[in-house]
């Protein structure tokens, strides 16, 4: 599986952006997908993830209620909406893909396939 990330930029806090994660080599339908972040100095971490099949959906509590992780299974594409984006949103964000059947994980060392990152900053 191919993954590639795009879609990041400098927006000002407050602002949205819609990441893009494009998949080849792969059905996404059937795998868990994840989108990841990494801050200058900090571990990577867990922002949202999504098992089509089951319907679960996870996200970090740090973007509950201003992210949105969805899919378009038809495109092999998943996508991290982002609204109401705060300084601390800053960040390269991962997409993932976890090809292990079973319960969503949600630990980055669980993902089998990572795209190349998007860079995410956000102005005050």
């Known amino acids: 599986v191919q993954l590639q990330a795009s879609g990041g930029g400098l927006v000002q806090a407050g602002g949205s952006l819609r990441l893009s994660c494009v998949a080849s080599?792969?059905?996404?339908?059937?795998?868990?997908m994840g989108w990841f972040r990494q801050a200058p100095g900090k571990e990577r971490e867990i922002v949202a993830a999504?098992?089509?099949?089951?319907?679960?959906?996870y996200y970090a509590d740090s973007v509950t209620g201003r992210f949105t992780i969805s899919r378009d299974n038809a495109k092999n594409t998943v996508y991290l909406q982002m609204n109401s984006l705060k300084p601390e949103d800053t960040a390269v964000y991962y997409c993932?893909?976890?090809?292990?059947?079973?319960?969503?994980?949600?630990?980055?060392?669980?993902?089998?396939?990572w795209g190349q990152g998007t860079e995410v900053t956000v102005s005050s």
């Open positions: 993932a893909a976890d090809i292990q059947v079973g319960a969503l994980r949600i630990s980055a060392t669980e993902y089998d396939y």
């Open positions: 999504n098992r089509w099949s089951g319907g679960s959906t």
């Open positions: 080599g792969r059905t996404l339908s059937r795998y868990a």
